[in-house]
């Protein structure tokens, strides 16, 4: 059965950052585009999170959203004010103006920032993104999703290994198919044959005991 939409009115967008031009049209078209109750946290008037946790309690009734304005704090400074924050656990956080190739996506996915937005993206990207993060997927491209899907493999190689006998190659096509990519996709990719994908998804589903792609896919963000 297919994932219901979620009612966007029904949740809570904060941007925290500055109250500047662009964060207030950012405020503008989440409001007029989405629909949800949005507003601006500007930290240069009230620090956070110490000024708004008894707030954060109430908004946790809803979906809440945080999209982190990056350019006005550093990387390590978000995780150690706001993701060990425990009035946020309950909340979803996206990061934006980030800068590309900044290296910090791989970190912020394994504490759970679930989007990604750089400074020269278009307002239609947020919005597409936002929409998507808030109905529970995640907004990075796909090859940033790989690439931190494959390390978490790589880092886990041994135990995983032993315990399914997969092979690295067997391994590398799990990686793909828990992204959503197609058999051609993966043929393509692995510079394989469809046929050949097919008989190593065969091989991967009889060895982590698992009847279909979906399951595999479930399987490896389980054991990832």
Known sequence: MAKSAIDYTKCNVLILGSMNLQNEFLHYVINREIGAACSIYDQDINPFPENIDTNILELNKKTTMILIDSADQSFEKI?????????LSKCIIALFNLREKAGVEKKALSRQ????????????VFLKGIRLILNGEVWISREL?????????????????????LTQREMEILALVSIGS???????????????????????????????????????????
């Open 113 to 124: 920032i679930r989007g990604f937005f750089y400074k020269n993206d278009h307002f239609e």
């Open 79 to 87: 995780l150690k004010d706001i993701i060990t924050n425990p009035h």
């Open 182 to 224: 197609t058999n051609d996709e993966i043929a393509e990719k692995m510079f394989i044959s469809s046929n050949t994908v097919k008989t190593h998804l065969y091989n991967i589903f009889k060895k982590i005991n698992v009847p279909n792609r979906l399951q595999a896919a479930l399987w490896a963000v389980k054991n990832l």
């Open 145 to 165: 999703l790989l690439q931190y899907v494959l390390d978490s493999f790589e880092d886990k190689k041994a135990t995983i290994q032993e315990k399914t006998t």
